[in-house]
């Protein structure tokens, strides 16, 4: 995973409430086993159906922050929606409110999710709207995000916080407690289900 | 300290715990499907790593699978490299699968209860966010991202943040025609799609100890619909009767003391929820979805409703667009809205239970003309059972389509998808812009209004077919 310290860029503002995973990406582009390339199926339906949305105009075209409304998200577990995000060259995404699933695999994937309040996310919306090329920075290590004279601070947990500055991968810092999750197992009682040998 | 069900569960399973870091929790089932797992598999291969409990592990293919000429290879390209690479995989790392044409194959939700693999106060996770059906059992069930299967793969274990706990307490007498659909359905309208976001619910009350372990998971299924972690429901005779002599079910005097070890799997009488909510069983109706979201539903006795009448201005601007893409205008009864698709299936409601609901509303009578009826079975087991009970005649006299079993047209990865324009009253979860298939409108509903709905070609209540 990419390390992620602070970035700037420009926003677009999406000014819908649950944004499901389904719209992020549907379904028939999950049945591609890369873990890259999902570009083509960002929001494809929204892009393809209707001609106003936020994506396809050109001022928004080369957004790396995207300001959503509450509720982004939710629904499938699906990873793709974060690659896709990536992929189509998004950093970080500023809502009110994150699925819980979608946010912990943006921490994952190296995408950055801000939550904050809807009165500082509508006035992030009436900025970028006033002026799409406004650059915004959000930046992990001071945990604010900034745009003209507009500073607002941001809450994020200290451990992921810390993973996503150092870009750290989940599974080799637990492979540090390899002894721990061995004790845990000796303990398990013998008549806990297993799927082998089939029955 | 006295502790909810999720906190004891939770308990119970950290590995390791310190200040400041999340805690390590060990996961006693991984269910794998073929979508959700190749990137996975990569990652495991890329740095070197091996599966630490195949035993643990179980796969299914599901969500790729046609519902018709199952034994021959999968005509979609992309779909059947998809489901060849679970193949490779599982017979790469030793692991159990179920595929298309195995006895226990089906939509993952369904076969891991079915084979007595789910179990209470266990932990279990998948790469799908409608794993909270397990907690139906009293486990702690949630779906989880591909890298985290990746993590679980090489660890058997996920960091995790103990979620805060609500209480949903459902008390009363359900009227008839009213099920565990019906009562989830207003459980997210109430509490909306972020309602439960960074909870675990827990079911409880008269109503929901009434319900049989079909209904139970029906509900906590759709958790997720309303943003929780998880959902589950204290374990009890009913549950232990379910499992007993499923083939991973315990036996003899393990048998014993795994009933004595669940049956303190019961929320404290002192314990304290983070939040409480309470619905009224017997003020409960059939309840459907008009909307683009699960918390956009109403009772079937209502009328689409007027953006305008919403205060929040997300909620409106929600409904406007909602009702754009629906095809809907404000002030239609909710009864007038004609249907083209009826699909009655899923990990929510395609269980036998289900099936019987159906059946007996449509046993001697036909389809509405114009209408098609989609009946999709859980997994093979349920397709079985169903056969021997001769539901699959009725459907086929009704005029309904007796498919293979699959998540099929819940999310149409497969070719059972709605075309642009064409309007769903479906079994599944999600009603989602273009979910079961692109420009589809979907309805939510239970078996018994899929039934009925499939009957008249419009949305009904099963009550409105008596006298029609």
């Given at each position: 995973m990419d390390a992620f310290t602070t970035h700037t860029g420009t926003a677009a503002p999406l000014r819908r409430t649950n944004v499901d995973t389904d719209q992020i990406i549907p379904a028939e582009y999950l049945k591609r086993i890369t873990r890259t390339g999902f570009e083509d199926g960002l929001f494809v339906a929204w892009r393809t159906n209707e001609p106003d949305f936020v994506l396809n105009r050109p001022e928004y075209a080369n957004a790396s922050i995207l300001v959503a409304g509450p509720d982004f998200g939710t629904g499938s577990s699906r990873e793709h929606a974060n690659w896709a995000l990536l992929d189509g060259g998004f950093r970080v995404v500023i809502s009110p409110r994150f699925a819980d699933i979608f946010r912990n695999n943006s921490t994952k994937a190296g995408l950055l999710t801000v939550v904050l309040p809807e009165a500082d996310v509508e006035a992030l919306w009436a900025a970028i709207e006033a002026d799409p090329a406004l650059p915004v920075t959000v930046d992990l290590q001071a945990e604010q995000v900034t745009y003209g004279d507009v500073t607002v601070p941001f809450q994020i947990d200290p451990y992921t916080r810390w993973r996503l500055l150092e870009g750290l991968d989940d599974v080799g810092l637990t492979e540090r407690h390899l002894d721990d999750i061995q004790a845990f197992e000796d303990a398990r009682p013998a008549w806990k289900p297993k799927a082998l040998p089939a029955v | 300290m006295p502790k909810t069900l999720a906190e004891k569960v939770y308990d119970a399973h950290v590995v390791r715990s310190a200040a400041g870091e999340p805690d390590l929790l060990y996961i006693d089932l991984h269910l794998v499907h073929e979508v959700t797992s190749p990137q996975a598999f990569d990652g495991l291969r890329a740095a070197g790593r091996t599966v630490r409990r195949p035993d643990l592990t179980m796969a299914t293919e599901d969500h790729n699978v046609p519902t018709l000429d199952i034994l021959s290879p999968i005509a979609d390209p992309i779909s059947r490299a998809q489901v060849d690479a679970l193949r490779r995989n599982t017979a790469e790392f030793g692991i159990r699968l179920a595929p298309m044409g195995d006895r226990d194959q089906g939509i993952v939700h369904v076969i891991g209860p079915q084979l007595g693999l789910t179990q209470p106060g266990m932990t279990i996770v998948c790469g799908d966010s409608h794993t909270s059906t397990h907690g139906a059992f009293g486990a702690l069930a949630f779906g989880i991202g591909t890298s985290e299967v990746e993590h679980v793969l090489a660890t058997q274990t996920l960091p995790q943040y103990k979620p805060k706990q609500m209480a949903v307490n459902v008390d009363g007498e359900l009227p008839p025609g009213v099920s565990a659909k019906d009562v989830i359905l207003a459980v997210i309208a109430q509490i909306g799609t972020g309602g439960g976001q960074g909870y675990v619910i827990e079911y409880r009350g008269s109503a929901i100890e009434k319900l049989s372990m079909e209904a139970r998971m029906t509900i906590c299924n759709m958790s997720i619909e309303a943003g929780a972690k998880a959902g589950l429901i204290a374990p009890d005779q009913t549950t232990f009767d379910f499992l007993q002599g499923r083939p991973h079910a315990p036996q003899g005097a393990d048998w014993d003391a795994a009933v004595a070890e669940w049956s303190t799997l019961r929320t404290d009488e002192d314990a304290v929820f983070d939040a409480e909510v309470h619905i009224d069983a017997t003020s409960l109706t059939p309840f459907v979805t008009w909307g683009t979201n699960p918390g956009q539903g109403l009772p079937i006795d209502a009328s689409v409703p007027d953006p305008a009448d919403f205060a929040d201005e997300g909620d409106r601007r929600a409904a406007e667009q909602a009702l754009e893409y629906m095809g809907l205008t404000a002030g239609t009864r909710l009864r007038d809205i004609k249907v083209d698709t009826v699909f009655l299936g899923s990990?929510?409601?395609?269980?036998i239970e289900d099936l019987r609901v159906a059946a007996e509303l449509l046993r001697g009578k036909r389809i509405d003309a114009d209408t098609r009826m989609l009946v999709v079975p859980g997994s093979v087991a349920v397709k079985a059972q169903a056969e021997t009970e001769g539901l699959d005649r009725v459907f086929l006299d009704a005029g309904a389509e007796w498919r293979g079993a699959?998540?099929?047209?819940?999310?149409?990865?497969?070719?059972?998808q709605l075309k642009p324009g064409e309007r769903s009253a479906s079994t599944s979860n999600r009603n989602f812009q273009g979910r079961q298939g692109k420009g589809g409108r979907t309805h939510l509903v239970s078996p018994a209004v899929a039934a009925a709905t499939a009957l008249t070609g419009r949305l009904t209540a099963p009550a409105d077919l008596i006298g029609a």
């Open positions: - | 990990c929510t409601n395609g269980r699959g998540c099929s047209m819940c999310l149409g990865m497969n070719p059972d």
